[in-house]
């Protein structure tokens, strides 16, 4: 059965950084990244990492983030610098072997992880 766990969460003040990871129980897909969501607000994309070389970042979060992977380790990273309140959320690791399908409904997800920002 195929695992995506979450783990890095946690609460921090402003400014502060976390990391978060994503370890795969089997090996890592071609594309993985992180979705979060807040109640009352749209799924945010927020990063991806595809073919371990190609990355993206939602604007909100360019030149604050960056996402990596160890293949060996089966793991994806999201480092997250110079955090914002409005980074307050439940990340969602999520993987899938096509771009446009994780771009829309990825075939696996994590457990989600909270993220709390204070002023």
């Known amino acids: 059965q195929v695992q995506l766990v979450e783990s890095g969460g946690g609460s921090v003040q402003a400014g502060g950084s976390l990391r978060l990871s994503c370890v795969a129980s089997?090996?890592?897909?071609?594309?993985m990244g992180w979705f979060r969501q807040t109640p009352g607000k749209e799924r945010e994309k927020v990063a991806h990492?595809?073919?371990?070389?190609?990355?993206y970042y939602a604007d909100s979060v360019k030149g604050r983030f960056i996402i990596n992977q160890d293949t060996a380790k089966r793991t994806v990273w999201l480092l997250m610098n110079s955090l914002k309140p409005e980074d307050t959320a439940t990340y969602y690791c999520?993987?899938?072997?096509?771009?446009?399908?994780?771009?829309?409904?990825?075939?696996?997800w994590g457990q989600g992880t909270q993220v709390t920002v204070s002023s």
């Open positions: 999520a993987g899938d072997s096509s771009l446009s399908r994780w771009s829309q409904s990825p075939r696996y």
């Open positions: 990492i595809c073919g371990g070389v190609n990355t």
């Open positions: 089997t090996s890592l897909y071609n594309c």
